[in-house]
């Protein structure tokens, strides 16, 4: 089994930088690619980016050229790198890791981020962006 935690949450100005942090542990030689998704208040859940151990990644269109994903291995952490924040990024931020491989092929087209949420094994306890204008 694996553990997610996030962390680096918090209020910020828009036009500011966060930088989130997700800490995997437990079997984590499984997870062989991890994204982040978020959920603004009345909305549905969203793929924001995703990483395979590879190291391909993979960024929503609201998103790209601001957010990096990027991973230590030695560590097992993923991290978020979000800049130029704009107050529509305010959401809950939750780390997923280990995407049923067969949907990733078949329904997904090989990109974690067209996946359901429900075709992810684990999943964080989120954690809070407030970006204000």
């Known amino acids: 089994r694996v553990q997610l935690v996030e962390s680096g949450g918090g209020p910020v100005q828009a036009g500011g930088s966060l930088r989130l942090s997700c800490a995997a542990s437990g079997n984590t030689i499984a997870s062989a690619c991890m994204a982040w998704f978020r959920q603004a208040p009345g909305k549905e859940r969203e793929g924001v980016a995703a990483?395979?151990?590879?190291?391909?990644?993979y960024y929503s269109d609201s998103v790209k050229g601001r957010f990096t994903i990027s991973q230590d291995n030695a560590s097992d952490t993923v991290f978020l790198q979000m800049d130029s924040l704009k107050p529509d990024d305010t959401a809950v931020y939750y780390c997923?890791?280990?995407?049923?491989?067969?949907?990733?092929?078949?329904?997904?087209?090989?990109?974690?981020?067209?996946?359901?949420?429900?075709?992810?094994?684990?999943w964080g306890q989120g954690t809070e962006v407030t970006v204000s204008s």
């Open positions: 997923a890791a280990d995407p049923n491989p067969r949907a990733l092929i078949t329904a997904a087209a090989g990109n974690p981020l067209n996946l359901a949420t429900s075709e992810y094994k684990y």
């Open positions: 990483i395979f151990t590879s190291g391909a990644t």
